[in-house]
């Protein structure tokens, strides 16, 4: 796929955010399932998107679709070459304000009138906001092709009258024209003319999924959603239908958002590949790469868990430590910090991740080394200011050697395996009434998707500026494990 192809769908930090009712009266909190995602695809170009069951990849897919809408952010789509040129440079000058931490009052003025620009730009252009009549036309050039294409569809109905709805919806062909379009298409697909005479159930899975493409390249579309497009199908069945899905993208030119949790299946599909985590893209780079010079740890952990003949490959597999965590309570900093075996104490420790095991630090028939703390009534978390506090059932006598001994037990703890997220731990005082310690934990930082070298984006602190030497280091380092292979 040539580089100089242009852009025909650009996606700038969308979000889209499920609202959590418990009950009706009530409104809860929200679920983050696409938080701030952004990306590029060029006409003619496969971008994978892979990641764990949860992580957003059909939210996103139904959200450029126009299937779901979108929370915030923008999608400009199939826009004329100078159009999109102009909003990509805008939306680029515009990041590098928002990246900022502080900004000159002059930088304040320049941010604002570029986002007033934008704004425009974005009320005439952006998916996201375009009236469902508007909406209409563009829907004619992105259709997309789910796992099972007869799942919205009437059992009823004759695949003759599936094939034909988008045309009959979308497009002003005639009847005739679109029964002979009907009859070219299901010989592309490997079919004859007489199926279209017959109903859903009597083909096989295989059989139905050529009819889903038959029925999305209909009206000729530019860019084909796929979300999970073989995942039900048999091996067998799934290596004829993506060889077939990459003929027709070579006859037709189109562009393909691809989206599985098979990375085998993404590795032979995709031109490119976003790795997405709870709703985050953590790793976005060119196939190639990604299976060999892969910076995220995520990703790191994802790709070592492919099934290998090579015993000294499956040696290196990284097992993921806890449970996804849940994206209506995401953790703070780095999503992926309390799985990241190469987690730094900046990473995003809250309360919430140390209350247990400062708990257990401090209980003496866990650790005998705390025989000498008193009791513990209670510990309580305030996440917001990241602090927690341990009450302690009776006033400490010797508040020095208390604070003293705590400080030790962090040392001690701050040293073994998990025990990184105890020197996030900034300090430890006792408040006035003499029963409570107070524990301030560092404020974390939070990772954005960075382009740490030509076409290579990662969101992990690792690459961060302040960091520029170890991320130097880690880059060197990935490229000699390529090369050395
Ligand atoms: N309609 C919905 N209402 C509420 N939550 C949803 C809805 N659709 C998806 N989610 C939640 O959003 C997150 C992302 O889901 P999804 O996009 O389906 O992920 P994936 O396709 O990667 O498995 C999940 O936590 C899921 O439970
Ligand atoms: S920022 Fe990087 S190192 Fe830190 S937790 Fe996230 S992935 Fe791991
Ligand atoms: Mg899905």
């Known amino acids: 796929m040539p580089e100089a192809n242009k852009t025909l769908l650009y996606v700038s930090h969308l979000k889209k955010y499920f609202p959590i009712s418990s009950n009706l009266l009530k409104a809860g909190g929200s679920v983050r399932a696409l938080d701030d995602v952004s990306f590029a695809l060029r006409e003619g170009e496969t971008l994978g998107v892979v990641g764990e069951t949860g992580c957003g990849k059909t939210t996103l897919g139904r959200t450029i679709l126009g299937l779901i809408q979108a929370t915030a952010g923008d999608v400009y789509f199939n826009l004329p070459e100078d159009v999109m040129e102009k909003v990509m440079e805008k939306e680029e000058q515009l990041n590098k304000y928002l990246k900022k931490t502080t900004l000159t009052p002059d930088e304040t003025r320049e941010m604002e009138a570029l986002e007033a620009e934008l704004e425009e730009i974005r009320s005439e252009n952006s998916l996201t906001r375009l009236s469902s009549r508007k909406m209409k036309e563009y829907r004619k050039y992105m259709q997309p092709i789910f796992q099972d294409?007869?799942?919205?569809?009437?059992?009823?109905?004759?695949?003759?009258?599936?094939?034909?709805?988008?045309?009959?919806?979308?497009?002003?062909?005639?009847?005739?024209?679109?029964?002979?379009?009907?009859?070219?298409?299901?010989?592309?697909?490997?079919?004859?003319?007489?199926?279209?005479?017959?109903?859903?159930?009597?083909?096989?899975?295989?059989?139905?999924?050529?009819?889903?493409?038959?029925?999305?390249?209909?009206?000729?579309?530019?860019?084909?959603?796929?979300?999970?497009?073989?995942?039900?199908?048999?091996?067998?069945?799934?290596?004829?239908?993506?060889?077939?899905?990459?003929?027709?993208?070579?006859?037709?030119?189109?562009?393909?958002?691809?989206?599985?949790?098979?990375?085998?299946?993404?590795?032979?599909?995709?031109?490119?590949?976003?790795?997405?985590?709870?709703?985050?893209?953590?790793?976005?780079?060119?196939?190639?790469?990604?299976?060999?010079?892969?910076?995220?740890?995520?990703?790191?952990?994802?790709?070592?868990?492919?099934?290998?003949?090579?015993?000294?490959?499956?040696?290196?597999?990284?097992?993921?430590?806890?449970?996804?965590?849940?994206?209506?309570?995401?953790?703070?900093?780095?999503?992926?910090?309390?799985?990241?075996?190469?987690?730094?104490?900046?990473?995003?420790?809250?309360?919430?991740?140390?209350?247990?095991?400062?708990?257990?630090?401090?209980?003496?028939?866990?650790?005998?080394?705390?025989?000498?703390?008193?009791?513990?009534?209670?510990?309580?978390t305030d996440e917001e200011a990241n602090s927690l506090d341990v009450l302690l059932s009776t006033p400490g006598a010797n508040r020095e050697a208390l604070l003293k001994l705590f400080n030790d037990l962090i040392e001690k703890e701050a040293k073994v395996g998990a025990g990184i997220m105890f020197k996030s731990i900034e300090s430890v005082k006792f408040l006035d009434d003499g029963v409570t310690i107070r524990v301030q934990q560092i404020e974390p930082d939070v990772p954005t998707l960075k382009e740490v070298r030509k076409g290579h984006f990662v969101s992990c602190l690792l690459y961060e500026e302040p960091v520029q030497k170890a991320r130097e280091e880690v880059i060197e380092n990935a490229s000699a494990t390529a090369t050395s292979d």
């Open 149 to 380: 294409p007869f799942s919205s569809l009437d059992p009823r109905k004759l695949i003759k009258d599936v094939i034909a709805e988008p045309m009959r919806l979308l497009t002003d062909m005639s009847a005739d024209d679109i029964f002979d379009k009907e009859k070219e298409l299901v010989e592309e697909i490997g079919l004859s003319e007489d199926h279209l005479y017959r109903f859903p159930h009597e083909f096989s899975g295989g059989q139905r999924q050529r009819i889903g493409i038959a029925r999305a390249i209909g009206i000729e579309p530019k860019l084909l959603v796929l979300d999970e497009p073989t995942s039900a199908l048999d091996v067998s069945v799934q290596a004829q239908i993506l060889n077939m899905l990459k003929t027709i993208q070579k006859e037709r030119g189109l562009s393909y958002l691809f989206i599985s949790h098979h990375l085998n299946v993404i590795r032979l599909m995709a031109d490119r590949v976003a790795v997405m985590y709870l709703g985050r893209v953590a790793e976005l780079t060119d196939t190639d790469r990604l299976f060999t010079e892969m910076l995220h740890p995520y990703t790191k952990a994802l790709l070592s868990a492919i099934p290998s003949i090579d015993p000294d490959r499956r040696k290196g597999r990284i097992i993921l430590e806890g449970e996804i965590p849940s994206p209506a309570n995401p953790p703070k900093g780095c999503y992926f910090h309390p799985r990241c075996p190469e987690a730094m104490k900046n990473c995003g420790w809250s309360p919430r991740d140390i209350a247990a095991p400062v708990r257990s630090m401090l209980e003496p028939y866990r650790n005998p080394e705390a025989k000498d703390f008193p009791p513990i009534s209670e510990i309580v």
